[in-house]
C-alpha cells in the first residue's frame, strides 16, 4: 500500500525522549562520542528495532535503522555542538524514525533510517558521513586530533561491540533529509516549509601566528612581536580586501581562537585560531581563498609575525538537490502546506552534502524561530515541526512511485 499516516504524538514523544540525552536548559551537549551521545544511539537503536527495523551501528558510530531489500533512506544526525540546540539533527533523526514505523505498520513503501556520527564536526566536518561516503579513509580519520586533543580512534573504540560494519550504501534509492532552518528567512516570511535547492560549499584553516613571548611591562610597544595582535590585525586587513570578492551570501567566521601562553602579564607568543568561509558558488570560494593567501603574506610583513595555514576540513564543494526528489518535497509542501512553503539554499552544511556522492538526495527545512541555531535558545513551533513531519512522509509516498 502506498499511502500510510504518521502519529504526530509519538513523534513529539520520541523527539522529546531524545532531547534527555544531554540536556541543558532548553538545550543539548550531546558532542560526537560522550556518553550521552553514545546512550543516545543506543536508544536510537533500540527505538529502530522496536520499529522492526534491523539495527546496524557502523564502526564510527552511524547508527541505521534497515529494513529489508531496497529502501528509501531517511535521517540525519544526532550529535550536537558544544552547545547545541535540541533539534538541529535531532529532528530529522526522529521524523526518519516516525515516517519509517508508521510506514511499516501500514505496509507501506519501504524506508530506513540512520543517524550519523559527528556532523557538529569535532573531528572535522560531516565526520561520519564523509567516512561512509567514502570522501575520508577510516585511517585518515584515525589520526584526526579534536581541538581538545582527542583522538578519533580513541573515541569511536568508546563504541565497543556495538558495531559492526559499514552499510553497503547500493541499498538505498535515495536519501531524504529534513532539519530546521537554522536561519531567519521561514520565520520572518512566516512560511512553515522550506524546500532546499543547493547546499553550500565550505573551506576551513587553521592559523598559526608565531611572535615573541614577553613581558607585559617592559617591553615597548614599538618592539613587541605581540602574536594576538597580529591576529587581530590579519582579521581587520581581510574585512577590507574581502570587500570586492563577496556576495550578501558569503560567510565567514573565526569561531575558535587559542592565545597562548594565555596570561594577562604575558605578551603572546602564539596565536591559533580557525578561519571557515562558505559560499554557494566554487569559484568564489577559490576567489576568496586567494584572497586570504595574499593577506596572510601582508600581515606577516606587517607586523613582523610568521603565519602558518594548514587545511582543517576537507573542502566541500557547494551541492545541488537531486531534480527528483526537490519535486517530491515540492509538491508535498504544496499539497500538506498549500502557499506556505518555498525554494531555498541552505547556508549551513548537511550530512545529505556527502550522501549525494552517492546517491540522489533531497532536503526539508521548517521554520527556526527568530533564526536562531548553534545555541540553547534553538526552538521551532511544534505546529511547524509535524507539518515538516507531514511533507516528509508524503514525499517519501511519492519517491515510492516508480520514477
Ligand atoms: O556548521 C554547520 O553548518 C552544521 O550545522 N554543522
Ligand atoms: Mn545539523
Ligand atoms: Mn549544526
Not at 501500514?106 to 561516503?133: H, M, R
Request: hydrophobic residues 40%.
Amino acid at each position: 500500500m502506498e499511502y500510510f499516516s504518521v502519529n504526530a504524538e509519538r513523534f513529539l514523544s520520541d523527539l522529546h525522549s531524545l532531547r534527555g540525552f544531554g540536556k541543558c536548559g532548553n538545550g543539548v551537549q550531546r558532542r560526537a562520542f560522550s556518553e550521552a551521545d553514545i546512550a543516545a544511539r543506543d536508544w536510537l537503536a533500540g527505538r529502530m528495532s522496536a520499529a522492526g527495523l534491523k539495527t546496524q551501528i557502523d564502526p564510527v558510530g552511524n547508527v541505521f535503522g534497515l529494513t529489508d531489500g531496497a529502501s528509501l533512506l531517511l535521517g540525519s544526525h544526532s550529535d550536537t555542538q558544544p552547545e547545541g540546540g535540541w533539534l538541529d539533527g535531532a529532528l530529522g533523526v526522529i521524523a526518519a524514525l516516525e515516517v519509517a514505523r508508521a510506514s511499516a505498520e501500514q505496509d507501506g513503501p519501504p524506508i530506513s533510517v540512520v543517524s550519523f556520527q559527528d556532523e557538529e564536526g569535532k573531528f572535522g566536518a560531516l565526520t561520519g558521513s564523509s567516512i561512509w561516503s567514502g570522501k575520508l579513509s577510516l585511517q585518515e580519520a584515525d589520526k584526526i586530533i579534536s581541538a581538545d586533543g582527542a583522538r578519533f580512534a580513541d573515541e569511536r573504540a568508546k563504541l565497543g561491540d556495538r558495531i559492526s560494519g559499514f552499510v553497503e550504501p547500493a541499498r538505498f534509492t535515495g536519501f531524504l533529509e529534513m532539519h530546521i532552518e537554522q536561519g531567519p528567512v521561514l520565520d520572518e516570511a512566516q512560511e512553515a516549509i522550506g524546500v532546499v535547492t543547493s547546499i553550500v560549499g565550505l573551506r576551513q584553516l587553521q592559523i598559526t601566528v608565531e611572535g615573541q613571548q614577553n613581558h607585559a611591562g617592559t617591553t615597548p610597544m614599538a618592539s613587541r612581536r605581540d602574536a594576538f595582535m597580529a591576529a587581530a590585525h590579519f582579521a581587520v586587513l581581510l574585512e577590507d580586501r574581502f570587500a570586492n570578492v563577496v556576495t550578501p551570501r558569503t560567510v565567514w567566521t573565526i569561531g575558535h581562537v587559542r592565545v597562548e601562553p594565555n596570561a594577562p602579564s604575558i605578551v603572546p607568543g602564539r596565536a591559533i585560531f580557525t578561519l571557515q568561509w562558505r559560499d554557494p558558488d566554487f569559484d568564489r570560494l577559490e576567489r576568496i581563498e586567494k584572497v586570504i593567501v595574499e593577506t596572510l603574506r601582508d600581515a606577516a610583513t606587517e607586523t613582523g609575525c610568521t603565519f602558518r595555514s594548514e587545511r582543517l576540513r576537507k573542502d566541500l564543494v557547494p551541492m545541488p538537490m537531486d531534480t527528483r526528489l526537490e519535486k517530491a518535497c515540492a509538491e508535498a509542501a504544496e499539497k500538506v502546506a498549500p502557499g506556505r512553503w518555498r525554494r531555498m539554499p541552505s547556508g549551513a552544511l548537511h550530512d545529505a552534502s556527502n550522501v549525494s556522492a552517492l546517491m540522489p538526495v533531497g532536503m526539508l527545512f521548517v521554520p527556526s524561530i527568530n533564526g536562531i541555531s548553534h545555541s540553547f535558545e534553538e526552538d521551532t513551533a511544534e505546529e511547524d515541526l509535524v507539518t515538516g513531519l507531514n511533507v516528509l512522509a508524503e514525499a517519501a509516498m511519492r519517491l515510492s512511485r516508480p520514477a
